[in-house]
């Protein structure tokens, strides 16, 4: 991807004001510390190779991977199976604390649960955990901010701090895992059945930790939460060489491709990344990616009042997407979308929002309009954070 990362070691970010916009960062900024490392940071072979390391017995790694993939369990206490002289320096060695909750708040009866977390070195971070009747869903987040400088997004207005560790996304599930398991969502017991990387940030830009952050969801219990990949959503807004690599990776996670204009003209404007590769090459990318693995590809469209939500819009990106042919491999997902104060981008209206819908069903295309759940507690990403 070096040919497309103008600013190779930016400085941090400004914030932008409503209605102005940040330069495009595809690099995080230089000089960040790195977060603790972690055992979701390892495979297996790793665990045991760092506690030998620390002049630990490595078979302690798989009980230290059991505890937390398997138990859920956050209290060194209930580790009853490691030796007490030796637990807390096992639990330091694979287990440090990585965020800390500062906020959880609730809406829909307590089904949809959105927590803002501290890192360990002060940077905020939000994840949201949906609970519906059949499944119960994680949202994450993969870089503290972003950078891809989309106008009317509020982590992009905050600019990219940096990239969040493998270890540090695996947490957000884990920590909706725990409150499922133990009883604390409205529901009952359960389990994280489905999770989406459509948190703050760029999951591709941060490419390897959230490649790590799959492996480690779907590697079989105890050395992962054993989750299906088919469950998985990896969302992007179309940076087209890692879409070509995630194709490649042999994992059938589900692409989502923040999309959000049919033409390149406007779509310069609301996601800058086409400036570097159009609506063709993105489009053709996703339809690459979905003939490589099998899986349906996501179209994300966030529908604006007056600027992409206009009926001749909706032909045109039914046009955009027949032209690959009609085998099933696409379908387009329609966000009301959620305001960014003293933002001038508001939601469609629900006329033009079903007209919009009509349009592309009556060319073959599948399409869906988002769940709007959260919306009292800031429901889009980077609008709890944006607030601290």
Avoid at 96 to 125: I, N, Q, S, Y
Avoid at 358 to 365: D, S, V, Y
């Amino acid at each position: 991807m070096s040919q497309t990362q103008p600013d190779a070691h930016p400085e941090a970010q400004p914030v932008a004001q409503p209605g102005t916009s940040l330069p495009l960062v595809l690099s995080e900024p230089r000089g960040r510390k790195k977060p603790p490392r972690h055992l979701a940071d390892l495979d297996d072979a790793g665990r045991k190779a760092l506690l030998e390391e620390m002049g630990l017995p490595g078979f302690r790694a798989k009980q230290l991977s059991n505890h937390y993939f398997g138990r859920l369990v956050d209290d060194p206490a209930e580790m009853t199976d490691l030796p007490a002289g030796q637990r807390d320096d096992l639990v330091s060695a694979l287990l440090p604390d990585l965020m800390t909750p500062l906020r959880t708040m609730e809406a829909d009866k307590g089904t949809t649960r959105k927590t803002l977390w501290k890192l360990f070195d002060g940077a905020l971070v939000e994840s949201v955990l949906m609970r519906y009747p059949d499944r119960a869903t994680m949202c994450v987040s993969s870089q503290a901010g972003c950078g891809m400088a989309c106008p009317f997004c509020a982590t992009g207005m905050g600019g990219l701090q940096r990239n969040m560790s493998t270890a540090e996304i695996v947490e957000q599930v884990v920590a909706g895992a725990r409150a499922l398991a133990r009883g604390e969502v409205p529901g009952g017991p359960g389990r994280v059945s489905n999770v989406v990387f459509m948190g703050m940030g760029e999951p591709l830009a941060n490419y390897k930790a959230v490649v790590g952050a799959v492996r480690r969801l779907t590697d079989p219990s105890p050395s992962g939460l054993g989750m299906s990949a088919r469950g998985i959503t990896v969302s992007t807004v179309g940076l087209v060489p890692r879409i070509n690599q995630l194709a490649d990776e042999g994992i059938p996670v589900t692409l989502a491709l923040s999309l959000h204009a049919p033409d390149d003209e406007l779509r310069n404007e609301l996601v800058p990344i086409n400036t570097r590769f159009s609506v063709a090459e993105t489009v053709e990318a996703a339809w690459n990616y979905a003939a490589r693995t099998k899986r349906r590809v996501s179209i994300e469209y966030a529908m604006m009042r007056g600027i992409n939500d206009q009926a001749e819009r909706a032909d045109l990106l039914a046009d955009v997407l027949n032209s690959y042919g009609d085998w099933g491999w696409v379908h387009v997902n329609l966000i009301p979308l959620n305001p960014v104060e003293g933002s001038k981008w508001t939601a469609s209206d629900p006329a033009d929002e079903r007209e919009f819908v009509r349009r592309l069903e009556a060319k073959g295309i599948p399409t869906t309009v988002r769940d709007t759940r959260g919306r009292e507690i800031d429901g889009a990403c980077g609008q709890l954070a944006a607030k601290e």
